[in-house]
């Protein structure tokens, strides 16, 4: 996990890719997906903008090398079956400060701690 510059540019990273789709194809996998991208720039290149591409991130200029397939997936929805509390969520997100309540809430009710600047106390 070398972050150095020589790291960075000596294609190892490419290359550990490259050889773990060596792996798969050897296997008689026919697939390796690299992950995703973001939507917009998802959109742009199915729409056929590839000259669009400053608009990528370098992971995502890196996933595009390899000649896939984009795939656009519908977004993620979140399940509120009350009508009254789902129109309240519809209109928190509209905001900043309702869209960062909607997060602490979901961080609240999946689990985890309401803020992101929470440090656990050490146990004695």
Do not use: C, N
Request: aromatic content about 8%.
């Amino acid at each position: 996990m070398d972050r150095s510059e020589r790291a960075r540019s000596s294609g190892a990273s490419a290359a550990t890719v490259w050889h773990a789709m060596l792996w798969a194809k050897s296997r008689g996998y026919d697939t390796y997906d690299l992950g995703g991208l973001r939507a917009e720039p998802a959109r742009q290149l199915l729409a056929g903008h590839p000259e669009r591409t400053v608009a990528l991130t370098g992971p995502e200029q890196f996933k595009t090398t390899f000649g896939g397939e984009v795939y656009l997936y519908p977004e993620q929805v979140e399940l509120i079956s009350s009508p009254l509390l789902r129109l309240a969520y519809d209109i928190s997100r509209r905001t900043h400060i309702g869209t960062r309540a909607v997060e602490i809430g979901k961080r609240a009710l999946r689990g985890g701690r309401g803020s992101r600047d929470y440090q656990p106390q050490a146990r004695p």
